[in-house]
């Protein structure tokens, strides 16, 4: 990447020559003074999982300017927008050429908050948030054999097609890392159980990046724990989807022969 940038530099300069070449005194320099290189970055904006930024240049005396965006990617311009897809810190470069040439280049420092935090703040909100199996849409829950193929199982039914024993559940993921299921009355038992006595209760979960498809990952920490149905093929759970009011969750690994897909709204 920093033999790139040199090149693209070098070209910068190149082309801020050609287009002064008729721009010379009686001594064959360049007239014009050489740029005062600078510019600012707007405040991180998170959008979805990724976060913008803006940067323009305040530079003077200068026409041409090229960026470093230090993840890896460039651009030009005097105001450019640009993608972050990861977190961290990143040392952006400005480099400007104007009438006068260069001037040497300018850094500065964004810090990126990492998608992780994001679907984590958007679960939780921020301290603790509850949401329902979203029974105002069809195909709630669907099954397949894998991430695939995840609805040749049971494509799902209509709107508001969930028992009112299900339809009430409540699920809610606070900030300390801990899931709380309130059955509200009854909870459904998978395969033709029917409503039966509650199976409240709470559980430590923890929170990471998603083994195959998903933005995040849960995993339950006590056996017999369950979001949204209770005969789920394991305790993890990949977020697959997620903004402020509605998440979609998969149970099951990538291939393991089986997973639910289930889509939730915040209450």
């Not at 309130?182 to 033709?192: D, I, R, S, Y």
């Not at 409240?200 to 995993?219: D, E, I, M």
Request: glycine share 12%; with cysteine; aromatic share 8%.
């Amino acid at each position: 990447m920093r033999h790139i940038w040199n090149k693209m530099a070098l070209a910068l300069l190149a082309s801020s020559l050609l287009i002064t070449a008729c721009d010379k005194d009686d001594d064959g320099q360049l007239e014009g003074p050489k740029p005062t290189i600078s510019f600012t970055a707007s405040t991180p904006k998170v959008v979805g999982l990724t976060s913008e930024v803006t940067f323009t240049s305040t530079s003077s005396d200068a026409f041409l300017y090229q960026w470093d965006f230090g993840d890896g990617t460039i651009g030009s311009g005097a105001t450019v927008t640009h993608v972050y897809t990861k977190g961290g810190t990143f040392t952006v470069q400005l480099i400007a050429a104007g009438r006068g040439g260069t001037s040497p280049s300018v850094t500065k420092q964004v810090v990126i908050v990492s998608p992780l935090n994001t679907v984590n703040q958007l679960l939780t909100g921020g301290s603790s948030k509850t949401w329902m199996l979203d029974n105002s849409v069809s195909a709630t829950i669907v099954v397949g054999p894998s991430d695939s193929d995840p609805t040749s199982y049971y494509a799902g039914g209509p709107a508001g097609a969930l028992p009112a024993c299900q339809a009430d559940d409540e699920f809610t993921f606070s900030s300390a890392n801990v899931y709380t299921y309130n059955a509200k009355g009854e909870t459904l038992v998978a395969g033709n159980g029917g409503c039966q006595a509650p199976r409240s209760g709470s559980t430590p979960y923890t929170f990471g990046a998603a083994t195959g498809a998903g933005v995040a990952q849960l995993t339950l920490a006590n056996a017999g724990s369950f979001i949204g149905i209770t005969d789920a093929p394991d305790l993890v759970y990949r977020i697959l989807s997620i903004d402020e009011k509605h998440m979609v969750l998969r149970a099951g690994k990538p291939n393991a022969g089986v997973v639910f897909t289930l889509k939730l709204v915040a209450k």
